[in-house]
């Protein structure tokens, strides 16, 4: 009942149906209390059963890894190497048992004994006190049935004393166990949240106790033997269970499946809807691939029988990644892609001679520019499409397909701006020792998985489309000169720059300070793809700033990491405006206190010619007695100076 929080013990003597009603809410309420206390003290008991069965296993564990130096195997020689490894096991394994039993004493004592004491004392009370609550109710009532019989026509003094004396000491009692029963009651109110809080305490006290003895005994030397076992299992396992199996693969839809020799049909292999291939080096193995799913979650590494067939596996999952078997067209649109592709290089003079050169004799050099023949509207249009792309990328630029440091290429000025290499950067922000990282003091970490596809130098870094057209230039460039191969890395983006970090050594690859991040854009139709523009001093262009776009393919996070590149430089521009302002009061704040000085210090002077003036005016008054009896005040400076000369002259006249 809502606000109602006690029994009103005043009313016991009443007992009026009111007050029985509301008991009847109270013990309603007890019972449900009492049930669901029980439950939880049978699940804190199997805990405690539990941990107990734990500790005693782990110490057989212990024991049993001791006695393994003792046990003659038939097969098995002195392997003293095994004996001392499991020796250290067992140490280690024994302290954990003495830990596990301080836990179960632990929990015996903050957890078992509150809930045990509450359901044996408090509840056990409460049922007792309903007990005899109840026959002392039937007990009065009998007497009230009692006294109410009493003949009118036949009264007898000594039965009607004695039934009188019945409802009274009927009614006495009642009223005392009633009112016990009332502030047991009430007591049980305000009990059940400490008995329901005070054993959960200290079962978490005592986990964590248990967690602290575990990282203390747990030593960095420990770490390393541990680690050193593991690689060592692991190499072994490796070794033992490192099986190719060849099957035939083959594409259905969206879908990559598998059949082994003598399996009626294929089964599914993997999901190759938006994932990602690249030719990789596994276990001095020729002609493989990795297939990553869209996720990230599943990868599978094939061989292909040659390298045509690696070529063409690599080219055909790209294919339909892209989802063009879902077209109406699916083989114009890849001819179409294909000739988009062929077309879209644009690399310098040195490196078309270069390909020039490797070129067959019988081969000609496909013509640079196309005229339509449908007339001059279409050499037109195609003039204008060749003009606008010459304005977004320096048609003079090669392709860069490998990560090379800025500060590696005849910019030594520039090693401030992009950071220095070989140095471990923890990509969340966090410094070890007493050094402190330049990007500790930001607000923003997120880390990316990124896989670098390119950069080139471009003209224009004020729209959009030059990383559209970059992109464009950049895939085609690979697929042309099958470059499958592409640098992972984690790129760390700050509210200070963006950081690309090698997974394994965690050592920074580039730094590009966010402020030369100009612009930044996803691909319109493949989302995985992003690339920014980079504006750095220096370059090939005879002005001293030039501008670099960067090409990145990401685990269907692309628009993710724009929008934490835009969040990033919004955060430093209300870092950099706020620091104007700051700058400017403190400016201004500068400038009133010169004022202020310049102003006291024109008061001071003010001062003292005003004390000077008074001075002098008082100087040049006589020191004697007017004419008139008037009388001039001197100064104390000008009364001392007198004193002196008097004192001057009876000296003399004494002499």
Not at 409 to 416: H, L, R, S, T, W
Not at 547 to 556: K, M
Request: aromatic content about 6%; proline content about 3%.
């Amino acid at each position: 009942m809502p606000g109602i929080d006690k029994l009103p013990i005043e009313e016991t003597l009443e007992d009026s149906p009111q007050t029985r009603s509301l008991l009847g809410v109270f013990e309603e309420d007890a019972t449900a209390i009492s049930n669901y206390m029980n439950q939880l003290y049978q699940a804190m008991h199997r805990i405690y059963d539990a941990q107990n069965e734990l500790s005693a296993a782990t110490h057989l564990t212990s024991k049993l890894l001791k006695e393994y130096e003792k046990q003659r195997f038939p097969l098995g020689g002195d392997d003293e190497v095994m004996s001392s490894t499991l020796q250290q096991f067992s140490k280690v394994i024994d302290e954990l048992s003495s830990c596990h039993a301080v836990l179960s004493t632990q929990l015996a004592d903050a957890m078992m004994f509150p809930i045990t004491q509450f359901k044996e004392r408090d509840l056990k009370e409460i049922l007792t006190l309903k007990e005899v609550f109840q026959i002392a109710s039937n007990d009065h009532d009998a007497a009230i049935n009692r006294y109410s019989r009493l003949s009118k026509k036949r009264e007898n003094d000594k039965v009607k004393y004695e039934v009188t004396e019945d409802v009274y000491t009927s009614r006495k009692k009642q009223h005392q166990t009633m009112m016990h029963y009332f502030c047991a009651l009430n007591t049980l109110q305000y009990k059940k949240k400490i008995a329901l809080l005070e054993p959960l305490l200290g079962y978490m006290q005592a986990q964590i106790s248990f967690f602290k003895m575990g990282s203390e005994n747990l030593s960095e030397h420990l770490e390393e033997f541990l680690t050193n076992i593991g690689t060592s299992v692991q190499n072994k396992t490796g070794l033992v269970s490192s099986t190719w199996d060849r099957q035939f693969y083959f594409t259905q839809g969206g879908n990559l499946m598998s059949q082994a020799r003598g399996d009626v049909a294929g089964g599914l292999a993997m999901d190759i809807d938006n994932c990602s291939v690249m030719a990789v080096d596994c276990e001095d193995r020729r002609y493989c691939f990795q297939i990553t799913s869209f996720d990230g979650k599943k990868s599978s590494i094939l061989q292909a029988e040659s390298k045509k067939d690696h070529e063409e596996w690599i080219c055909t999952i790209n294919n339909i990644s892209k989802q063009i078997y879902l077209s109406e067209n699916p083989e114009e649109i890849a001819a179409r892609v294909n000739q988009s592709a062929l077309e879209a290089v644009t690399p310098s003079p040195s490196f078309q001679q270069r390909h020039e050169s490797l070129r067959p004799a019988g081969q000609s050099r496909p013509p640079t520019a196309r005229t339509s023949s449908s007339g001059s509207l279409g050499s037109e249009s195609t003039n204008l499409a060749a003009l606008s792309l010459d304005s977004l990328v320096a048609p003079d630029t090669p392709i860069q397909f490998d990560i090379i440091s800025p500060v590696c290429e005849d910019q030594p000025g520039q090693a401030k701006a992009f950071g220095q290499g070989g140095r471990r950067t923890n990509p969340f922000g966090e410094s070890g020792g007493g050094t402190k990282s330049e990007t500790e003091d930001s607000i923003l970490h997120q880390l990316f998985i990124v896989r670098f596809l390119g950069s080139m130098e471009v003209k224009s870094d004020d729209n959009p489309d030059v990383v559209y057209e970059t992109m464009r230039q950049i895939l085609a460039a690979r697929a042309i000169h099958n470059i499958f191969r592409m640098t992972e890395s984690h790129l760390l983006v700050t509210c200070d720059c963006l950081k690309l970090i090698d997974p394994q050594t965690q050592v920074t690859r580039l730094t590009f300070p966010l402020p030369s991040v100009v612009l930044y854009a996803t691909h319109q139709e493949n989302k995985r793809l992003f690339g920014f523009v980079l504006r750095t001093s220096g370059g090939r262009s005879e002005s001293n700033l030039s501008s670099v776009c960067y090409i990145f393919e990401s685990n269907n996070e692309g628009e993710k990491i724009c929008d934490s590149v835009g969040l990033a430089k919004q955060i430093a521009l209300h870092a950099e405006l706020d620091r104007r302002a700051s700058e400017k009061q403190k400016e201004i704040e500068r400038v009133k206190e010169k004022q202020q000085k310049e102003l006291s210090k024109q008061k001071q002077i003010e001062k003292d010619l005003e004390e000077q003036s008074r001075l002098i005016a008082a100087s040049s008054r006589p020191n004697q007695a007017s004419s008139e009896g008037q009388f001039v005040v001197l100064s104390s400076s000008q009364s001392e100076e007198s004193d002196l000369g008097e004192e001057g002259k009876k000296r003399e006249s004494e002499a």
